[in-house]
């Protein structure tokens, strides 16, 4: 872990800072959502898992796994196999035993159930996807980085961000509660989208029972 630190600061941030395109960017969640016109498919997940031809692997998050040796667990979920590879690059992790091939099925199973759980979606940048992170604030250095900024979606690869239908919106606080980035308050009942902190992960508009967010 220390090793791995010392790579991170030394190595991997140094060399990622002035590069144009970067490594990762922001999804919407939405696996049962119809985005046959509002999302684009190089930004819709299911559309995305639905174009790989495999193999699919799950494997353990790294993330995760060094909260858990700092002795600071994860807030938002219990489980460690959250992070998912596909193609080629399934096929290495396979050889090294780095983790578990499943189905395309239960590879969007498992995405469900990260997104039930108020998880990001972060594939690479890449018209193919070949890797998707689930992400949270206490453990992705990176998530926790942007939540700590006054404007995170400044600093975001993203095509999307919420909005309030306000005539539909019943002031539950679901969203505020859902939202990673603090990116939603609720005023006078209303939720109010604070557009320089929403980084367009959607996990406020699958959980709106009023479908106010969009």
């Known amino acids: 872990l220390d090793d791995f630190e010392q790579y991170i600061q030394e190595g991997w941030g140094p060399?990622?800072?002035?590069?144009?395109?970067?490594?990762?960017?922001?999804?919407?969640?939405?696996?049962e959502v119809d985005y046959?016109?509002?999302v684009l498919n190089?930004?819709?997940?299911?559309?995305?898992?639905?174009?790989?031809?495999?193999?699919?692997?799950?494997?353990?998050?790294?993330?995760?796994?060094?909260?858990?040796?700092?002795?600071?667990?994860?807030?938002m979920t219990n489980r460690r196999e959250v992070c998912m590879t596909f193609g080629d690059l399934a096929k290495m992790y396979i050889e090294q035993g780095w983790g578990r091939e499943i189905s395309k099925q239960e590879a969007l199973e498992?995405?469900?159930?990260?997104?039930?759980?108020?998880?990001?979606?972060?594939?690479?940048?890449?018209?193919?996807?070949?890797?998707?992170?689930s992400c949270c604030y206490c453990c992705?250095?990176?998530?926790?980085?942007?939540?700590?900024?006054?404007?995170?979606?400044?600093f975001t690869t993203s095509n999307y961000y919420a909005t309030i239908n306000e005539d539909l919106c019943t002031g539950c606080g679901v969203c505020e509660d859902r939202c990673q980035?603090?990116?939603?308050?609720?005023?006078?009942?209303?939720?109010?989208i604070i557009l320089r902190r929403c980084i367009g992960c959607g996990n406020c508009v699958i959980t709106c029972l009023s479908e106010a967010i969009s």
Do not use: W
Not at 15 to 31: F, L, S, T, W, Y
Not at 181 to 192: L, P, Q, V
């Open 15 to 31: 060399a990622n800072k002035d590069i144009d395109i970067p490594q990762m960017r922001m999804i919407p969640v939405g696996i």
């Open 36 to 38: 046959s016109k509002e």
């Open 42 to 75: 190089y930004d819709n997940i299911k559309s995305l898992f639905q174009r790989s031809e495999g193999p699919f692997l799950i494997t353990n998050c790294v993330c995760r796994q060094t909260q858990d040796l700092l002795g600071d667990p994860c807030k």
């Open 110 to 133: 498992h995405l469900r159930h990260n997104e039930e759980e108020g998880l990001i979606f972060r594939p690479g940048n890449t018209q193919k996807m070949d890797f998707v992170c």
């Open 140 to 154: 992705c250095g990176n998530i926790a980085n942007l939540k700590s900024l006054p404007n995170p979606a400044d």
């Open 181 to 192: 980035m603090d990116a939603i308050s609720i005023e006078n009942d209303t939720a109010s």
